[in-house]
């Protein structure tokens, strides 16, 4: 019975909770007109969020093109479909490797950072301290980290793709020996803009949205100890990962 | 709990009044119907032993939390039924100054003084420049203003805290625990800081502490809260003149009196030997 009763409770905790973070989402969508008004204190956070994680973005991109190539290479050349490498590394990428590990990465880099700072700003009563000098927080300091999050994914993604796709030239044209013509030419006629490179963007956009609440509400929301702090930088990555590949099962799904 | 006056004395007209107001936290009962009056232009102490809820009621006053029942009333508004942009209008009239000071950790002092000028008007960055250095100079700070928070020491933090929280002129400063581990020399600066700042400003100060003797030497009025409850108030001379036994124990700081040492729980021998018996069980 007790156990039970203990299921029931997580379960209202779990919906409240919920409840909690779409209020909160709200609260940063009502924000956004401030912070177009005040754009300088998002492009402040863009360096945080997006430009300090352009070489972490930059060179695993590098890799999982250069991987990609490799496996790809290794399978084709057992049908004699080299010539075809650049548009599975492409496709690959833009569509589904691009968006997701991207987003995974930037909840690493950027969104556990988001979680950490802002919990140890409630911590040290800094959130608290704005209150009180009449100066919303929501408005202040979590709406343009969130929208600094939901506009660098997209730019993340873009420079992912572009080095995952020379990534794989490098191997498969560089030096497995791959035709450079075909290579290329095979992407332009096989890539769709709107089907592969627009859904690709629009993934990473949704994803942005979700590791970027995900990360401010965590912060927020955490309990103001060490071990609060700890929990809740641990969750954003958690959650964020969970998500990113349960949405992206859902958007794929639609755009197929 | 006798009380040295039945009801609180209004010196002058009240800036912040409290009636009946009672608060809980987690089925914990923090306030059970307390009356305070803050009167107008005076230093007011709030004492109390720690976790008697004094930093609990400086955020019922500044909105931060809502009461259980009863009312807050600042500046003639009640608290609890302003709406957001309201609030923080108010709040503009207030100043805070936290016991772990609250600085911005990536902006400088100068910055941190500045922010709240920042914010709310639309000064030039010359006039703002002004403003700040003469914030920092009336702490004391000034040479400090492109120091870090985290280059800081305690004592300075709170100082430009204090100079952060009197930016805005504000009409009221309530103060939270300002001696908290602070080395005598820091303390009596803070003490004869808020006084200063007090009589040249001509705000109304609430200062919360259970630094017995310092808080009394400043103060107009102290208020003491135990239990939740007020257990006495008084001018500084009138408290010390009480008999009650729960007044007379926290002004002197004895430890025997009725608020216990050991937070409540069974019988001591009775737990040892329960543990002395589990052990030669297992």
């Known amino acids: 019975m007790k156990q039970i009763q203990q299921i029931g409770q997580q379960s209202i905790k779990s919906v409240e909770r919920i409840g909690r973070a779409s209020l909160f989402l709200f609260y940063i969508f009502k924000s956004g007109v401030d912070c177009i008004i005040r754009f300088r204190l998002v492009i402040s956070q863009i360096y945080y969020v997006g430009v300090l994680s352009v070489l972490i973005v930059s060179i695993s991109g590098f890799f999982v093109g250069m991987v990609l190539a490799l496996q790809g290479y290794h399978v084709l050349s057992q049908f004699g479909q080299e010539s075809t490498l650049g548009v599975m590394v492409a496709s690959a990428i833009l569509m589904e490797l691009g968006p997701v590990v991207t987003a995974l990465l930037f909840a690493g880099r950027a969104g556990s950072a988001l979680t950490a700072e802002i919990g140890l700003m409630k911590t040290t009563d800094q959130l608290a301290g704005l209150e009180m000098m009449a100066v919303d927080p929501i408005k202040r300091i979590i709406a343009p980290r969130f929208f600094a999050g939901v506009i660098s994914v997209p730019l993340l993604t873009i420079i992912f793709s572009s080095l995952a796709v020379f990534g794989g030239y490098f191997v498969g044209v560089g030096l497995l020996g791959v035709d450079d013509g075909a290579f290329w030419s095979q992407i332009q006629s096989k890539i769709d803009f709107n089907d592969d490179l627009l859904n690709g963007l629009l993934k990473s956009f949704v994803f942005g949205v979700i590791v970027s609440w995900l990360a401010v509400f965590e912060g927020y929301d955490t309990v103001p100890t060490s071990s609060g702090i700890s929990h809740a930088t641990t969750r954003t990555v958690v959650h964020s990962a969970i998500a990113i590949l349960a949405v992206d099962f859902i958007l794929t799904a639609l755009m197929l | ?282």
Do not use: W
């Open chain 2, 1 to 282: 709990m006798p009380a040295v006056k039945k009801q609180p004395v209004n010196i002058i007209e009240p800036y912040v009044k409290i009636r009946n107001l009672s608060f809980s936290h987690e089925n914990r009962k923090i306030f059970d119907g307390i009356n305070m009056d803050i009167p107008k232009g005076k230093i007011c102490a709030v004492m109390g032993v720690s976790g008697a809820g004094k930093t609990t009621l400086l955020k019922l006053i500044g909105g931060q939390l809502r009461p259980s029942c009863g009312s807050v009333k600042v500046d003639g508004k009640e608290v609890k039924k302003l709406s957001l942009p309201a609030l923080y209008q108010l709040r503009k009239k207030m100043g805070m100054l936290f016991q772990s000071s609250a600085l911005l950790t990536d902006l400088t002092v100068f910055e941190n003084v500045a922010f709240p000028i920042r914010e709310h008007s639309n000064l030039t960055n010359s006039m703002i420049r002004s403003l700040v250095l003469m914030k920092l100079q009336a702490v004391g700070l000034r040479g400090a203003q492109d120091l870090m928070p985290s280059q800081l020491s305690g004592g300075m933090a709170r100082r430009v805290a204090l100079a952060r929280a009197i930016a805005l002129d504000p009409m009221m400063l309530m103060y939270d625990e300002p001696f908290t581990g602070q080395d005598p020399i820091s303390m009596a600066v803070l003490l004869k800081l808020i006084k200063t700042l007090n009589e040249s400003l001509h705000m109304t100060s609430i200062l919360v502490s259970h630094d017995v003797k310092e808080t009394a030497s400043i103060s107009d009025y102290i208020y003491i809260i135990s239990n939740g409850k007020m257990i006495s108030h008084g001018t500084p001379r009138q408290i010390s003149r009480t008999k009650d036994d729960n007044v007379v124990q926290f002004m002197k700081g004895l430890a025997d009196g009725p608020e216990q040492f050991h937070y409540p729980a069974g019988d001591y021998c009775e737990e040892l030997f329960q543990t002395v018996k589990g052990n030669n069980d297992s």
